[in-house]
């Protein structure tokens, strides 16, 4: 979900702020949003003491790398995990994240460097139907 997003690439006739709805073109050909999305590790946290799920919330900057995001873009950000670990009693922890898109933003694959020992590294793929 993405609450506001800010384009670099509007009309000048178009406000270059979106709220929730988010048209896929302003985000792609270049952009910086706020975001909120859910998480989930299908691989095993036993040893973490953290949760299967999560919730990401930060920003990130979309960057064009071909035909105006169309076919390639990539994003840089950072975020805040709401993620408990019972074992040290935290309720989080902060990360950046970088990321490469390609078919209109649908596929991508993120990468994440968290600020915690315990899950250090994410990597995920990004699925989003418009």
Do not use: C
């Not at 979900?1 to 709220?19: E, G, H, R, Y």
């Not at 953290?50 to 975020?79: A, D, Q, W």
């Amino acid at each position: 979900m993405t609450p506001l997003n800010i384009s670099f690439s509007t009309n000048k006739f178009v406000s270059p702020v979106q709220f929730f709805f988010v048209n896929p073109m302003r985000k792609y050909t270049g952009s910086l949003e706020f975001f909120v999305q859910p998480e989930l590790a299908i691989g095993s946290n036993d040893y973490s003491g953290f949760n299967k799920t999560g919730l990401g919330v930060g920003s990130r900057l979309n960057i064009p790398l071909k035909n105006y995001g169309e076919h390639l873009y990539m994003s840089l950000g950072g975020k805040y995990t709401f993620r408990k670990n019972e074992s040290e009693n935290i309720d989080g922890y902060y990360g950046i994240e970088g990321g490469v898109y390609a078919i209109f933003g649908i596929l991508g694959l993120q990468a994440n460097y968290n600020f915690n020992e315990n899950s250090r590294y994410n990597f995920g793929i990004y699925f989003k139907y418009w």
